[in-house]
């Protein structure tokens, strides 16, 4: 299984929009709507930010979202602000019953 | 509230085995698969497997199959995840992640906080 594909790094100035796309296969990305979305700080462990494409946990801000597009999930953060700056990794259930993430985004804002 | 607290740092030698353990607590253990992925110093994050401790039902990722072992011991909530054969390339920070739904596969959403394994002669 390969992994899902990211840009490896975007940047963006506080208050703009920024979206980090995620290229998968048929057998992933494209044939389920369980994408999510994990931001990691430096140091920390990953942290849940979007899971099934679009849903966001109750914690998570709103300025997060999450979609998709036959082979490609995005993730978008509007209004950006400094703490936004982070690694991004998306990842999709497969068609083997696993897991499957993609390379990772470092965002700087 | 949900915790996942690993063990501590392991060094180990090439050829060795290692085994990681990740205790949890604040919701029902049997109910959701345990998850294990690794990250290697400055790189991505890397599926390995999950567990089910339900049943002891495993699927573990291609490249570690043969090599890698999970396990729990539902009477302490406890879930193991052991190495074999490591090799250098086998440094890393190992995290344990429960799944989102019951019984679901797709999801990680509470993490440990990882267990940092090095492997050098």
């Known amino acids: 299984q390969s992994a899902l594909t990211q840009p490896a790094s975007v940047s963006g100035s506080p208050g703009q929009s920024i979206t980090i796309s995620c290229t998968g296969t048929d057998s992933d990305v494209g044939g389920y709507n369980y994408v999510s979305w994990y931001q990691q700080y430096p140091g920390k462990a990953p942290k849940l930010m979007i899971y099934?494409?679009?849903k966001r946990p109750s914690e998570v801000s709103n300025r997060f979202s999450g979609s998709k597009f036959d082979n490609t999930a995005s993730l978008t953060i509007s209004e950006l602000q400094a703490e936004d700056e982070a690694d991004y990794y998306c990842?999709?259930?497969?068609?083997?019953?696993?897991?499957?993430f993609g390379g990772g985004t470092k965002l700087t804002v | 509230q949900v915790q996942l607290v690993q063990s501590g740092a392991e060094v180990k030698k090439p050829g060795a085995s290692v085994k990681v353990s990740c205790k949890a607590s604040?919701?029902?253990?049997?109910?959701?698969?345990m998850h294990w992925v690794r990250q290697a110093p400055g790189q991505g994050l890397e599926w390995m497997g999950w567990f089910n401790p339900y049943n002891g039902g495993t699927n573990y990722a291609r490249r570690f199959q043969g090599r890698v072992t999970m396990t729990s011991d539902t009477s302490i909530t406890t879930a193991y995840m052991e190495l074999s054969s490591l090799r250098s390339d086998d440094t890393a920070v190992y995290y344990c992640?429960?799944?989102?739904?019951?019984?679901?596969?797709?999801?990680?959403?509470?993490w440990g906080q990882g267990t940092l394994v090095t492997v050098y002669s």
């Open positions: 604040g919701y029902n253990f049997n109910g959701y698969y």
């Open positions: 099934d494409v679009s």
């Open positions: 992640a429960k799944s989102l739904e019951i019984f679901g596969v797709a999801t990680l959403d509470y």
């Open positions: 990842s999709s259930f497969t068609a083997s019953n696993t897991v499957v």
